[in-house]
């Protein structure tokens, strides 16, 4: 796996799918698209001196507050992935950040994200004005910039009442990051889990806009719940899917901590 930057600020990372990273279907996982995001955000940070040790040096850290990816195809094991990334303006407290990939020999698109980064007080837990780390982290020029507004969903998710499953999951060691929190691909990797077997053996996502709301710590007890707007959406040629993960707090209570919204096609689709 090899990092670099060019001129224009445009991060660039070099990546060969292994066998852990592909299905039995010999398809490469949601869960890698999900983790090239992750790592070349944090090289590229790294790479100016603002990755996560250096803001935690100074009772800082990087969050991701929101994710939304398109994705157009699944590889395979062996296949060679060139993933793309830069920063943009700040959306107020967020710190939008484009990540892109495509299957390095053939120049065929594997997916395209729009994510939304926030700085935060280790201490008080509360977002910071980003400016200072934004600056170091180096714009590319204004023509290489989109606009990175992502839609608002509260429509989406309203409608999406139709109760089909709860799922437990369970917080391990491995969940945690540098961040001593349950690492954001944690989540992920958890609403897929929630769905039946012989669901995941026909679907795979095709759009992915999750949101995390609140951070989860290894001694949480959670809950995923999914939804939809009809009960049969699980038997759709295109289901449409909104999960929820709320934490159960000590009085029974309930409060959010995660939600995403996905749109799935068949495997043969891709």
């Avoid at 969050?63 to 395979?76: D, H, K, L, N």
């Avoid at 998710?157 to 349950?182: A, M, Q, R």
């Avoid at 958890?190 to 290894?218: A, C, G, H, N, Y």
């Avoid at 909104?242 to 919204?261: H, N, P, Q, T, W």
């Amino acid at each position: 796996m090899s990092f670099y930057i060019t001129d224009d600020n445009i991060g660039h990372l070099d990546h060969t799918v292994m066998t852990s990273e592909s299905d039995s279907y010999n398809t490469t996982r949601l869960s890698l698209y999900q983790a090239l995001v992750q790592e070349i955000a944090g090289l590229h940070a790294d790479k100016r001196g603002v990755g996560i040790p250096d803001l935690q040096s100074n009772g800082k850290t990087w969050v991701i507050a929101r994710s939304r990816m398109e994705v157009y195809y699944y590889g395979s094991w062996k296949d060679e992935i060139e993933v793309e990334t830069w920063p943009q303006d700040p959306i107020g407290l967020n710190c939008p950040r484009i990540v892109r990939a495509k299957d390095k020999n053939s120049n065929r698109p594997l997916f395209f994200a729009n994510t939304k980064w926030a700085i935060i007080d280790t201490i008080k837990g509360r977002p910071l004005r980003p400016k200072e780390v934004t600056d170091a982290l180096m714009l590319p020029p204004k023509e290489l910039q989109i606009d990175a507004t992502l839609p608002n969903n509260l429509e989406l998710i309203e409608s999406s009442n139709v109760f089909i499953k709860e799922y437990v999951p369970t917080i391990h060691f491995l969940d945690t990051d540098l961040n001593h929190h349950v690492n954001n691909l944690s989540y992920i990797n958890w609403i897929l889990e929630s769905l039946p077997e012989e669901f995941m053996d026909q679907f795979k996502p095709s759009l992915i806009d999750v949101r995390w709301i609140r951070q989860t710590f290894r001694k949480d007890k959670l809950i995923v719940t999914i939804f939809a707007k009809d009960s049969n959406e699980l038997s759709k040629q295109k289901p449409e899917l909104y999960f929820k993960i709320e934490r159960i707090k000590e009085d029974g209570s309930r409060e959010d901590v995660f939600d995403a919204i996905t749109e799935w096609k068949s495997r043969d689709s891709f």
